[in-house]
Nanobody, 128 residues
Framework: QVQLVESGGGLVQAGVSLRLSCAAS????????MGWFRRAPGKERGFVAAISWDGDIKSYADSWMGRFTISRDNAKKAVYLQMNSLKPEDTGVYYCAAALRRPWVNSAPKNPDEYDGWGQGTQVTVSS
């Protein structure tokens, strides 16, 4: 019902900025919270950032707070993750997800169990 495609990743030097994009097709995502998660090499997928359906509420993991910014454009069916001052430890596969079980709920959940639709991920590799 919802297809998500992440893009914008790549191999970059430390200190560089990237903006990841999540493009949605099929069912509209305008009424659902959206989130970004990361799978670091050899580790489980963890929370990065989330945004409520209307963009009024944003949440971030402490590790990225201050450097990463999540935003959305419902008219374009897109969600973004602006990543500044990238560090080697930011390396991983970044996934976009939709909390399809939380329509019109004004929240930005951090728990990955709240999300039902997942993209295939985009690789971000930061070299020192």
């Amino acid at each position: 019902q919802v297809q998500l495609v992440e893009s914008g990743g790549g191999l970059v030097q430390a200190g560089v900025s990237l903006r990841l994009s999540c493009a949605a097709s099929g069912r509209t995502i305008s009424s659902y919270p959206m989130g970004w998660f990361r799978r670091a090499p050899g580790k489980e997928r963890g929370f990065v950032a989330a945004i409520s359906w209307d963009g009024d509420i944003k949440s971030y993991a402490d590790s990225w707070m201050g450097r990463f910014t999540i935003s959305r454009d419902n008219a374009k069916k897109a969600v973004y993750l602006q990543m500044n001052s990238l560090k080697p430890e930011d390396t991983g596969v970044y996934y976009c997800a939709a909390a399809l079980r939380r329509p019109w709920v004004n929240s930005a959940p951090k728990n990955p169990d709240e999300y039902d639709g997942w993209g295939q991920g985009t690789q971000v590799t930061v070299s020192s």
